[in-house]
């Protein structure tokens, strides 16, 4: 397995991005699918976050009002 020297060697962007250009394509598959899910929960924190904080209640008001003057459109 891996020894705690390896993961204090990559602690740069750089040191990672030359790390995956050492392992096998489906390794760095794996690697685009791992960060692709952690973006889009970082995402899900951040609305959850301004959410709860108030930051999008102008935002859903507009909605509202655009929808209840008959602005918006059904989804396909």
Do not use: H
Request: aromatic letters at 10%; proline letters at 4%; charged letters at 30%.
């Amino acid at each position: 397995m891996y020894n705690q020297a390896t993961f204090i060697a990559m602690s740069t962007v750089k040191e990672i991005k030359w790390a995956i250009t050492q392992l096998d394509p489906k390794d760095v598959q794996a690697v685009a699918d791992w960060l692709q899910e952690y973006r889009e929960e970082l995402w899900d924190r951040q609305i959850e976050a301004d959410a709860k904080a108030g930051r999008l209640d102008m935002l859903m008001e507009e909605a509202k009002q655009d929808y209840q003057a008959g602005r918006c459109k059904p989804l396909p």
